[in-house]
């Protein structure tokens, strides 16, 4: 089944703890990107890449980080969390081709921070 | 920058009510276009997506958005709106080799 998986769904830790948030496509996608959605506030970018080893900021790139080693894997680290981090994380993918198609989203990943 | 407006926050509806929700982009140039629902406790799915061609594109579960170029609007649409619509929907924005933009989202809350 084509899917964007992403791990943990659920995650609580506390200020300043590293931790990773892994994102994984099997569709063989160039464009990943991962989002933080927050109420009132919409869905806000935090980093995408165009295909391996080429990533970008987004809207919302402080305090955190991206790699893209692999087409399939695009994992998010949190170096020291902070609670104002605090949110539902959602990776997503897609072909890169025209015209685009738009993103498959992962199910998410609830964050908290204390 | 390019950007996605929606001018509702939250609307609420009774069943069988009428649905339109508004979305303004700020692209020039060829623009492609979509909606994507959240349903409650759930990841964002595509209802629809608009490249070029007719300017009414129908969706799945009954939705339809229409492309207004010289309004420079992709309103979503339905004309009788059920209890399991209620989600919230955004609209988003691509343009050349730059990245999807989302709107900021609508509340749909459909009540019996």
């Known amino acids: 089944e084509a899917q964007v998986t992403q791990n943990p769904r659920y995650l609580i830790t506390v200020t300043g703890k590293k931790l990773t948030v892994t994102c994984s496509q099997n569709?063989?996608?160039?464009?990943m990107s991962w989002y933080r959605q927050d109420p009132g506030l919409g869905l806000r970018q935090i980093y995408y890449s165009m295909n391996v080893e080429v990533t970008d900021k987004g809207d919302v790139p402080e305090g955190y980080k991206v790699s893209r080693k692999e087409k399939r894997n695009f994992p998010l680290i949190l170096e020291s969390p902070s609670p104002n981090q605090t949110s539902l994380y959602f990776c997503?993918?897609?072909?890169?081709?025209?015209?685009?198609?738009?993103?498959?989203f992962g199910s998410g990943t609830r964050l908290t921070v204390v | 920058a390019q950007s996605v407006s929606q001018h509702n926050h939250h609307v609420i509806l009774s069943e069988a009510a009428s649905l339109e929700l508004g979305c303004n982009y700020s692209?020039?140039?060829?623009?492609?276009l979509f909606w994507y629902v959240q349903y409650p406790g759930q990841h964002l799915q595509l209802l629809l997506k608009?490249?070029?061609?007719?300017?009414l594109v129908k969706g799945i579960k009954g939705f339809e958005a229409e492309f207004i170029k010289s309004k420079f609007s992709f309103n979503l649409r339905k004309p009788s709106v059920q209890w399991s619509d209620t989600a919230e929907y955004f609209c988003?924005?691509?343009?050349?080799?730059?990245?999807?933009?989302f709107g900021k989202g609508t509340r749909l809350s459909v009540i019996a």
């Open positions: 997503a993918s897609s072909f890169a081709g025209v015209p685009y198609y738009g993103y498959t």
């Open positions: 608009y490249f070029s061609g007719d300017p």
């Open positions: 988003a924005g691509h343009s050349g080799n730059t990245p999807l933009v």
């Open positions: 692209y020039g140039g060829t623009v492609n």
């Open positions: 569709m063989n996608h160039e464009y």
